[in-house]
């Protein structure tokens, strides 16, 4: 006896039609990994960067702390510190680690508790449930702060990114942008004197100076050098700057642990590296008497700002990057070029890899559209060369 199912008309036998379960949009999930997963291993992933980030926070205040000869913090960090026995000695790690904790983890708390409002507020809308990931984007956003940014301003920031740069065009897997770097932006141009990286961000009441990137953009290569700080110490994250993108030691060991798992694309990775040598190479023999940034080599570029932060975490986000390989490659090198353009030519940005990443992420579509459309041609050119 035949045990499938059939629906006879006469003498004929139909067989059911099989239903297939398209998926809609990104991300694509190919095997048996999950998204909760994916965000659990990128959260272990960006560890070396948090716990990296947050000694250095400490680190460069204390140092500053030591330089000024002051010796106590005011205000509430300053009960915190002093209730846990926490001094400021810039060569205990404890002390380092306990007063950088004091800045990141109120900033989390506030820019978590924000995130899961609006998810939930808008899964209730929907009727739907929470997604995951919360934890993940509230700490990828606090990461790319400067310690000092008041707590109010990142309430705003993360609530643009979360609502406008993702919730309004349908939640997870809908938006076009990526929304850390939508919030960061946004606050970028909103509160420019918080947010700027022309500005030294050391958590010391009356402490002032330049970032290297600063330095770079009307010193070039001689004022790197003629700083106390050296590239060694870029590499290893020993330079203020943003809570977690200091160091691309730290951003290399997540980056590893991603690009093994497959939750990140090595071509977009390669890709951003390749484009980013090429263009500094170029402004490098191309040369200028009057912006000295065209001579800053392409190894310093790796490790200046946020660009090795922005290529591993950011840059590979799957929703919002493209989802064919000749994409990737095409989108990698896009972002390495546009860093490079956007430091040298740009007299009001020192930085680069935000925009650079946003300006992508709105060609990503388009590029894998060229790209499908592509293959579809030459397939097409196969098979009637087949024929005849």
């Given at each position: 006896?035949?045990?499938?199912n059939t629906n006879t008309t006469g003498n004929e036998s139909v067989l059911p039609q099989p239903v297939y379960a398209n998926t809609v949009h990104a991300p ?361």
């Amino acid at each position: 006896m035949n045990n499938r199912n059939t629906n006879t008309t006469g003498n004929e036998s139909v067989l059911p039609q099989p239903v297939y379960a398209n998926t809609v949009h990104a991300p694509h999930i190919r095997d048996a990994i999950t998204v909760g997963l994916v965000m659990r291993l990128l959260m272990l992933a960006v560890m070396p960067c948090l716990l990296l980030g947050v000694w250095n926070v400490g680190y460069q205040a204390n140092s500053a702390m030591f330089d000024f000869g002051v010796t106590e913090v005011s205000g509430w960090r300053g009960d915190i510190l002093n209730g846990l026995g926490i001094r400021f000695q810039p060569t205990s790690v404890w002390d380092n680690f306990g007063h950088g904790l004091v800045y990141f983890l109120p900033l989390l708390i506030v820019t978590f508790g924000i995130t899961v409002l609006w998810e939930r507020l808008f899964a209730r809308v929907r009727g739907r449930e929470v997604t995951e990931g919360a934890l993940a984007i509230a700490t990828l956003f606090t990461l790319t702060l400067p310690p000092t940014l008041p707590l109010w301003q990142a309430a705003i920031g993360i609530s643009f990114g979360i609502v406008i740069g993702r919730e309004i065009f349908g939640g997870v897997g809908m938006n076009f942008i990526n929304p850390i770097l939508a919030g960061r932006v946004f606050l970028y141009f909103s509160y420019p004197d918080q947010i700027s990286a022309g500005s030294i961000w050391t958590a010391v009441d009356g402490y002032s100076g330049a970032t290297l990137l600063a330095i770079a953009k009307t010193n070039g290569l001689t004022g790197i050098l003629e700083s106390e700080l050296n590239w060694n110490m870029a590499f290893l994250g020993q330079i203020p700057g943003a809570m977690g993108e200091t160091s691309a030691l730290a951003c290399l060991a997540g980056g590893v642990l991603l690009l093994y798992t497959g939750i990140a694309s090595w071509r977009i990775v390669v890709g951003s590296l390749i484009g980013l040598l090429i263009t500094a190479w170029i402004f490098n023999i191309t040369g200028s008497m009057t912006n000295p940034m065209f001579a800053i080599p392409w190894y310093w570029h790796l490790v200046l700002g946020g660009f090795a932060f922005g290529i591993v975490f950011i840059a590979t986000d799957p929703v919002t990057s493209p989802y064919t390989d000749t994409g990737r490659w095409i989108y990698g090198m896009l972002i390495g070029v546009l860093v490079i353009i956007i430091r040298v030519t740009n007299p009001a940005i020192p930085e680069g890899i935000m925009f650079a990443i946003l300006l992508a992420n709105i060609f990503a579509p388009a590029i894998d559209h060229m790209v499908v459309r592509a293959n579809i041609r030459r397939r097409l050119q196969y098979t009637s060369k087949k024929r005849y």
